[in-house]
């Protein structure tokens, strides 16, 4: 269900393992250097919803919702990884896979938000 990008914590990854969602991460499926836009080609090839703390992937213009198959973007840094998990795991809990498709989900330490 969730594409890790590369620069997603492997805190993060263990989190959502250990809570059961199935996680694969960008590094098995290509190099460090690909371009984002070809990790959204991924993601949508393996019908994932990418999961990633880029902030440029939260630039809808960019990345129109409609045109990709979900971007979660976390706003986390280690002081506040607790938090932000705890609204990542409540985002999922709440949201389909369909209903992250095509919707841009911007999470931070207090809550989450959904565009597209």
């Not at 694969?24 to 190099?31: F, M, P, V």
């Not at 919702?65 to 998990?85: C, D, F, M, S, W």
């Not at 498709?101 to 989450?112: G, P, Q, S």
Request: neutral net charge.
């Amino acid at each position: 269900m969730i594409l890790a990008d590369h620069c997603v914590f492997a805190s993060t990854v263990r989190l959502l393992q250990d809570a059961g969602y199935s996680v694969t991460r960008l590094k098995e499926l290509t190099s460090p250097d690909v371009p984002d836009r070809e990790v959204l080609e991924l993601a949508a090839r393996w019908d994932l919803v990418l999961l990633t703390n880029d902030a440029d992937f939260g630039n809808i213009l960019m990345y129109p919702p409609a045109q990709h198959e979900g971007i979660i973007l976390l706003k986390i840094r280690a002081e506040l990884e607790t938090q932000v998990h705890s609204v990542l795991l409540r985002l999922l809990a709440q949201r389909s896979r369909d209903g992250l498709r095509h919707r841009l989900a911007l999470v931070d330490r207090a809550k989450y938000r959904i565009r597209g």
